[in-house]
């Protein structure tokens, strides 16, 4: 096989023919249609939410629940991530700079439990008003919608953990690249999905 045949864009996979360039592309196609599936798993909620808007039953409202302060700044924290990402991919087509490497997983890996934190706290506050799932339909799609891409974000979290042991104990070999290839591309989906959920859940929470 040539080795061409074994590179992927912008990355060399494997350089000692532990993974073949067939292999490694039946991987990430797999992945991709693991990703367009959990989209529509999303776009069910979506517009489930679209849907029960207006079904407040007289309870709590997203003008008066929603916190536009910690929803922007949660939105400015993953989108940073999603940058600091990057910059891990960045560092991984150089394997002479794992140090970096595990520095920028790091600083993702932060900046996403910082994000699990803050959501938690809104969270906390809607429940301290009587904003729970049970009091009406709204409430039921919003509960079902959002933390649910809260759930995304600490399996992705655990999986930089686990990532980063990988480098460390294992190193930098075809496997382990392509893992962190499939890890990218569900932390940017975690982005996209968020800032549809910033756009059409908070923003257009506004409006109501």
Same mark, same amino acid.
């Given at each position: 096989m040539t080795e061409s045949s074994l590179k992927h864009p912008g990355l060399s996979l494997d350089p000692k023919g532990?993974?073949?360039?067939?292999?490694?592309e039946n991987g990430l196609f797999g992945f991709w249609?693991?990703?367009? *599936?959990?989209a529509v798993?999303?776009? !069910?909620?979506?517009?489930?939410?679209? +849907?029960? @808007?207006?079904?407040?039953?007289?309870?709590p409202t997203a003008l008066g629940e929603f916190k536009m302060g910690s929803a922007g700044l949660e939105t400015l924290i993953l989108l940073t991530s999603s940058f600091t990402?990057?910059?891990?991919s960045i560092a991984?087509?150089?394997?002479?700079?794992?140090?970096?490497l595990l520095g920028w997983l790091g600083v993702t890996l932060a900046l996403g439990l910082v994000f699990l934190t803050l959501e938690v706290h809104d969270f906390t506050s809607?429940?301290?008003?009587?904003? *729970?799932?049970?009091?009406?339909?709204? !409430?039921?799609?919003?509960?079902?919608? +959002?933390? @649910?891409?809260?759930l995304h974000v600490l399996v992705g979290c655990l999986?930089?953990?686990?990532?980063?042991?990988?480098?460390?104990?294992?190193?930098?070999d075809a496997r382990v690249k392509l893992n962190l290839l499939r890890l990218g591309l569900f932390w940017h989906f975690l982005d996209i999905i968020w800032i549809a959920i910033f756009t059409l859940v908070y923003l257009h929470g506004l409006i109501r």
């Open positions: 532990e993974l073949s360039g067939d292999k490694a249609v693991f990703l367009m *599936s959990d798993i999303f776009a !069910l909620l979506f517009a489930t939410y679209g +849907v029960m @808007l207006a079904a407040t039953a007289g309870g990402y990057g910059m891990a991984l087509k150089y394997e002479a700079r794992r140090a970096g809607m429940f301290a008003d009587g904003a *729970s799932p049970m009091r009406s339909g709204f !409430l039921s799609a919003f509960f079902a919608l +959002v933390p @649910l891409h809260g999986w930089i953990a686990v990532m980063m042991v990988q480098v460390v104990v294992i190193g930098l």
